[in-house]
C-alpha cells in the first residue's frame, strides 16, 4: 500500500514559488498599464488563495518530463491571471 498524499503539505510547498511567479507578472503589468489598473491587478491576483490552477499545471508539466525552473512557474502564474 502506498503512503497516503499530503495535499495541505504539497500546495504550501509550491505556494512561495507560486507567489513569486504572480509577483513577476503583476510587475511586468504594472509597467504596462496605468496604476489604478494595475493596482486592481495586484489586488486581485495577489490576494489570499490555494492557487490550485498554477499548481496542477506546474505538476502536469513536471509529470509530462517537464524541468522544474522559473519559466515552468511563471507560465502557470498566467493561467492565475486569466482566470
Known amino acids: 500500500m502506498s503512503a497516503a498524499f499530503d495535499l495541505g ?3 504550501a510547498g ?4 507560486i507567489h513569486a511567479a504572480l ?6 503589468i504594472a509597467r504596462e498599464v496605468p496604476a489604478d489598473v494595475a493596482a486592481a491587478v495586484r489586488h486581485g491576483v495577489l490576494s ?3 492557487r490550485l ?3 496542477l499545471c ?3 508539466f513536471r509529470a509530462c ?6 519559466a515552468a512557474y511563471d507560465l502557470a502564474a498566467s493561467l492565475e491571471l486569466i482566470h
Do not use: F, M
Not at 509577483?23 to 511586468?28: L, M
Open 65 to 70: 518530463g517537464g524541468s522544474d525552473g522559473e
Open 58 to 60: 506546474v505538476t502536469a
Open 48 to 50: 489570499d488563495g490555494k
Open 14 to 17: 509550491e505556494a512561495p514559488r
Open 9 to 11: 503539505g504539497y500546495l
Open 23 to 28: 509577483e513577476r507578472a503583476t510587475a511586468w
Open 53 to 55: 490552477r498554477p499548481v
